[in-house]
């Protein structure tokens, strides 16, 4: 891509009315822009780090068999008024009325609907187990929308809804989603620590939220510093080893860790002061069993091995990608700008033309741009004709993992510069050898 062509309207003043870095970074690298309290347009920039973040976790999703579907963004509220959470919901619910004054809302959750597809499909055990997800934008009018795309009122989320014959296979269902998600924020290069959440009038230990440490988290929670150390399960992961999903689930949730609302100060005492971790978190994913709770009032049953109906046993599980793409950035940034994660980068390597106009900065550039991309990668060629520092501030505010720079001595000497924008390290090398070392 040649910046000439993008569109990336980067903001010279901090805004002023962005509380946290995240929120800053974003609108001042062009990658949202509000368009009203709490709903924002993703821009090309950012449109690029969402479509990153969705893939992830899509394809661990995938891995893990779960099975994508695409539901509607608008509701009926009449399957809301079966599950009997139509008054529950209350204000954060946005209600809609077609000109046949039907009412309608904008989904803010799908259990119901995905219950409603399940029920008008599947008859037998032999079906099962089944996961369906799909990703999707939610409304929820949250009294205070804010932090940007970090608590907005429309935001993107993968949902995910698994059912089961029985408490036993539901239990599996949970521990697949749970390794799917520690591969999944890993990529992202996230420590997310799984939290014993509350599970309300369902009872049981099957809550986890994901939590990822940052002083400018919205929950305080509480854990052992051993999360630090433990290792993620590697792509080879077999998710129809119902045992070892067990034992990695029991490995991740032994050492004690719990947002604020489910904390026990007497077990929290028998942790050792020096490990213990009080800190301010991000909730990025949240996953849930609950059981018969929609499949019992709206008949969702199956006939099990000996004939006999019962409602399914359900659970769901959440991430919002674009909670995530604010969270990234509050984990990695510096005084200069974002620093992102190679797996989510909207590009691969910015590729700074130095003197647009001079015939060997030219060449060089058009000739490493090329070369770049014949190896796959994804290249912002910055071929615009404006001050050096101004160059290199917007390549380092929009955080793209390397830097090739080519100025004029360089490239009549035949040699460009590569910078790494996380440690800052710079050098030197002849032309012919930048692909070899970027690629
Ligand atoms: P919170 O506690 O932050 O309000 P929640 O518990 O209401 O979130 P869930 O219903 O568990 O959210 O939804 C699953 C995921 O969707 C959350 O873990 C979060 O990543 C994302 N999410 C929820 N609300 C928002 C929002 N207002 N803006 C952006 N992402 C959100
Ligand atoms: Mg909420
Ligand atoms: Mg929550
Ligand atoms: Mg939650």
Redesign the pocket.
């Known amino acids: 891509m040649r910046l000439s062509r993008y569109f990336l309207p980067i903001l010279k003043e901090t805004p002023k009315e962005a509380e946290i870095v995240s929120h800053r970074l974003m609108l001042r690298a062009g990658m949202i822009r509000q368009q009203a309290a709490?709903i924002y347009s993703w821009l090309p920039i950012g449109k690029r780090v969402l479509d990153k973040v969705c893939g992830i976790i899509r394809e661990e999703q995938d891995r893990s068999g779960a099975l994508e579907l695409w539901m509607p963004t608008i509701q009926s509220a009449d399957l809301w008024r079966e599950s009997g959470r139509y008054d529950d919901y209350g204000k954060e619910m946005l209600r809609i009325q077609d000109r046949h004054e039907r009412d309608l809302l904008f989904g803010?959750?799908n259990e119901e609907m995905i219950t409603e597809i399940f029920r008008s499909y599947v008859r037998s055990y032999k079906d099962l187990p089944l996961n369906l997800y799909h990703i999707q934008w939610?409304f929820?009018d949250?009294v205070r929308?804010r932090f940007g795309?970090?608590?907005?009122?429309e935001?993107?989320?993968k949902?995910a809804y698994s059912f089961d014959i029985d408490y036993g296979a539901s239990q599996t269902a949970y521990h697949r989603m749970f390794v799917a998600y520690l591969r999944t924020f890993a990529r992202m290069g996230l420590q997310a620590i799984p939290m014993r959440a509350d599970t309300g009038p369902i009872g049981g230990k099957l809550s986890h939220?994901?939590i990822i440490l940052a002083s400018t988290g919205?929950?305080q929670v509480y854990c052992h510093r051993d999360y630090l150390g433990l290792k993620v399960p590697g792509e080879d992961v077999d998710f129809s080893d119902a045992a070892a999903l067990a034992g990695i689930v029991d490995t991740w949730t032994k050492p004690y860790a719990a947002t604020d609302e489910m904390h026990d100060e007497a077990e929290w005492s028998q942790v050792a002061e020096a490990d213990q971790l009080a800190a301010r978190g991000?909730?990025?994913?949240?996953i849930?069993h609950f059981g018969t709770k929609y499949s019992e009032p709206m008949k969702a049953v199956v006939s099990g091995p000996d004939g006999k109906e019962v409602p399914v046993s359900m659970g769901s599980y959440?991430?919002?990608?674009?909670?995530?793409v604010a969270a990234i950035i509050e984990a990695f940034h510096d005084d200069n700008g974002i620093i992102w994660p190679k797996a989510v980068a909207p590009f691969d390597v910015g590729l700074i033309n130095m003197k647009p106009g001079d015939a060997d900065c030219d060449r060089a550039c058009e000739d490493l741009y090329a070369q770049l991309g014949g190896r796959g990668l994804d290249v912002l060629y910055d071929d615009v004709d404006q001050r050096a520092g101004a160059k290199f501030a917007t390549m380092d505010l929009i955080g793209l993992p390397l830097q090739v720079i080519v100025g004029p001595r360089g490239a009549k000497a035949g040699e460009a510069e590569i910078k790494i924008r996380a440690s800052g390290e710079r050098l030197t090398l002849p032309l012919d050898a930048i692909v070899n070392r970027v690629a």
């Not at 991000?282 to 949240?286: A, F, K, N, R, S």
């Not at 959440?318 to 995530?324: A, D, K, T």
């Open positions: 709490g803010p959750t939610k929820r949250e929308p795309v970090m608590r907005s009122r935001f993107l989320m949902d939220e994901f919205e929950s991000i909730e990025v994913g949240h849930f959440g991430i919002g990608p674009s909670r995530l």
